[in-house]
T-cell receptor, first 111, second 114 residues
Framework: KQEVTQIPAALSVPEGENLVLNCSFT??????LQWFRQDPGKGLTSLLL?????REQTSGRLNASLDKSSGRSTLYIAASQPGDSATYLC??????????FGTGTQLKVEL | DTEVTQTPKHLVMGMTNKKSLKCEQH?????MYWYKQKAKKPPELMFVYSYEKLSINESVPSRFSPECPNSSLLNLHLHALQPEDSALYLC?????????????FGPGTRLTVT
């Protein structure tokens, strides 16, 4: 059974700092890995999707990497802003269109 | 348009009530999903529909009954729920073929069972 863990569980940084969120998964037989953002009480917003054959994907200030062999993905956020404050979730896609979500990292960017 | 809509936004129901949650997408996706999310926990998959047929049921109690009347609509019928069923219910959709797809999520329905 796939298990996905995210470290740290919570993170507080000053505005402008670059930061890295970590995601680990136990079963490397994944089709892709997706990063989401969730604001309190809201739905999930897809940020980036990395195919199993890819090493990284970039969108604006966000860069996600994937190392399938070691079961790890990272989300790099450059020049953080208060509007980046949210919970970030990674999810690994296995067979049967099933996503297994990580435990989430709650990010707070302070002025 | 990458929007998944869900109604209602909030729902309060008693344990003897029958209610339904609705989800709609017009992206041509043929896979649709229901997730349950408790506070400060990640979403948990409940059901997957592929081409309007139920393909995955994650051992969900029968008081939750999904329905996919057409390729754009997904319903979740609720009956005789328990207070512990209170949660955010999220709907999502995606393409079904190939590996290069994203799941798009709706804003969710906040359900409170009294």
């Amino acid at each position: 059974k796939q298990e996905v863990t995210q470290i740290p569980a919570a993170l507080s940084v000053p505005e402008g700092e670059n930061l890295v969120l970590n995601c680990s998964f136990t079963d490397s037989a994944i089709y892709n890995l997706q990063w989401f953002r969730q604001d309190p009480g809201k739905g999930l917003t897809s940020l980036l999707l990395i195919q199993s054959s890819q090493r990284e994907q970039t969108s604006g200030r966000l860069n996600a990497s994937l190392d399938k062999s070691s079961g790890r993905s990272t989300l790099y956020i450059a020049a953080s802003q208060p509007g980046d404050s949210a919970t970030y979730l990674c999810a690994a896609r296995g067979g049967g269109n099933k996503l297994t979500f990580g435990t989430g990292t709650q990010l707070k960017v302070e002025l | 348009d990458t929007e998944v809509t869900q109604t209602p936004k909030h729902l309060v129901m008693g344990m003897t009530n029958k209610k339904s949650l609705k989800c709609e997408q017009h992206m041509g996706h043929r896979a649709m999903y229901w997730y349950k999310q408790k506070a400060k926990k990640p979403p948990e998959l409940m059901f997957v529909y592929s081409y309007e047929k139920l393909s995955i049921n994650e051992s969900v109690p029968s008081r939750f009954s999904p329905e996919c009347p057409n390729s754009s609509l997904l319903n979740l019928h609720l009956h005789a729920l328990q207070p512990e069923d209170s949660a955010l219910y999220l709907c999502a959709s995606s393409h079904t073929t190939g590996t290069n797809y994203e799941q798009y999520f709706g804003p969710g329905t906040r359900l409170t069972v009294t």
